[in-house]
């Protein structure tokens, strides 16, 4: 089992800057593929990006490159998401999520494991 715990949500003004936490524990593979996600109210879980533990290679969705950057600690079991420069349309539910592949998925059916969501709310 795999397990995920998010951390440092919260309400911040358009502009500022919120750096959230995933740390995993139990059965990890450093092959694997890790997920951001967020979720806003009615609207579809969205893939914001991922990164492999092993290597540490990143992708990004259009609506948060160059503002957003995904880092992992291997030491610590934990992946980042940095995010500078926030708006608005960036408040929702972040979520960390493991998949079982290399691969970076966008699609959430991917992923077998998920944390258990932080709020993100940004402030016009």
């Known amino acids: 089992q795999v397990q995920l715990v998010e951390s440092g949500g919260g309400l911040v003004q358009a502009g500022g800057s919120l750096r959230l936490s995933c740390a995993a524990s139990g059965r990890t593979f450093s092959r694997d593929a890790m997920g951001w996600f967020r979720q806003a109210p009615g609207k579809e879980r969205e893939f914001v990006g991922g990164?492999?533990?092993?290597?540490?290679?990143?992708v990004y969705a259009d609506s948060v490159l160059g503002r957003f950057t995904i880092s992992r600690d291997n030491a610590k079991n934990t992946v980042y998401l940095q995010m500078n420069n926030l708006k608005p349309e960036d408040t929702a539910v972040y979520y960390c999520?493991?998949?079982?592949?290399?691969?970076?998925?966008?699609?959430?059916?991917?992923?077998?494991?998920w944390g258990q969501g932080t709020q993100v709310t940004v402030s016009s």
């Open positions: 990164i492999r533990w092993s290597g540490g290679s990143t």
């Open positions: 999520a493991k998949s079982e592949s290399s691969v970076f998925y966008s699609d959430p059916i991917r992923y077998r494991y």
